[in-house]
């Protein structure tokens, strides 16, 4: 005799394996809720189930997505978009101010005239210090992205910076060169001579070992320590260089009035503490040890095949 069984105790037909698949559950919640992450409804690597009872329960949502390759998304820490975004705010500040000091003090800007050494100030200010401060920050805001994609986005905006400091130095250059003026006698051109030269060499350097397919993980994992110190050295090189040249400026062109609180002046000073805000507050989001991008799961496995493939051994060989 061919036994009954209950509805919902014995093994499901097509119709109500379809019907139950397609009900809603936790797992499809957190599918939704992280539409970016490649999530499995079955919570990882665990192959389909063949019966809807099987199903695992997930983990309560702690704020961070599960990954295909069972690593997790990781939070962004409470207080760091509030330092990201102030330091955003003193780089617009200082650029505009830039702009508006030229324009009402400087007569503006213009290439073929006497106005071209002011392309200079603006160029060094956006290049070398705006978008070379906003590169070395986007470890800290492009946290779960692609680690490929966040390598490709700091060395373009390092290139940008780079190709707008170049115009600024030809900018001074050749307004020396139809004024007859000296070249490169003052602190300031010496110190902006050596961070150009080495802000041109750590992009080569950083770019034959990062993005190139050639180094070895070995000699990669030796030389990323000296790529963060320089990086943050010549950023800091380059505020510095700035404020000396701003003081050079103001002496050149108000001389005894500077000590007279001019308008011109006072602005000037403004614009040189915001500034030195704006290398202090990239510095320490920088230096914050919890504040790191975290590495995910794929990003290990990756290494770990690389390494293997231009070293023949594991990493864990060594």
Not at 54 to 74: F, I, K, T, W, Y
Not at 144 to 165: C, D, M, Q, S, Y
């Amino acid at each position: 005799m061919k036994q009954k069984t209950k509805p919902g105790t014995g093994p499901l037909s097509s119709l109500e394996f379809g019907v139950s698949f397609l009900a809603p559950s936790p797992h499809m919640e957190l599918l939704a809720s992280c539409p970016r992450s490649r999530l499995s409804p079955w919570g990882g690597w665990a192959p389909p189930p063949s019966h809807s009872r099987d199903l695992r329960p997930l983990p309560q949502d702690d704020g961070v997505c599960l990954s295909m390759e069972g690593g997790a998304a990781a939070a962004t820490p409470t207080a760091l978009p509030y330092y990201v975004a102030f330091s955003q705010l003193l780089g617009l500040t200082f650029v505009a101010m830039t702009g508006a000091w030229l324009g009402l003090y400087r007569g503006g800007i213009a290439w073929e005239s006497d106005l071209q050494f002011n392309a200079h100030p603006l160029c060094m200010v956006i290049g070398l210090i705006f978008l070379q401060g906003n590169a070395l920050l986007v470890y800290r805001v492009f946290r779960n992205e692609a680690k490929r994609t966040t390598k490709v986005l700091h060395g373009l905006l390092h290139i940008f910076a780079l190709v707008i400091a170049l115009v600024g130095l030809v900018a001074v250059f050749d307004y020396h060169r139809k004024k007859g003026y000296a070249d490169l006698y003052s602190l300031h051109s010496w110190c902006g001579i050596l961070v150009f030269v080495l802000y041109f060499v750590q992009w080569l350097v950083g770019f034959s070992f990062f993005l190139f397919p050639g180094a070895s993980f070995s000699l990669r994992s030796r030389y990323r320590p000296q790529h963060i110190f320089f990086g943050a050295t010549i950023f800091l090189l380059s505020v510095g260089t700035a404020l000396l040249g701003l003081k050079e400026a103001l002496l050149f062109n108000l001389g005894g009035k500077y000590s007279a609180f001019e308008p011109e002046g006072v602005l000037a000073n403004v614009l040189g503490l915001l500034l030195a805000c704006f290398g202090g507050a990239v510095l320490y989001i920088l230096t914050r040890a919890d504040w790191k991008r975290p590495s995910q799961a794929e990003e290990q496995a990756l290494s770990m095949d690389f390494k293997t493939l231009t070293e023949g051994d594991s990493p864990g060989s060594q």
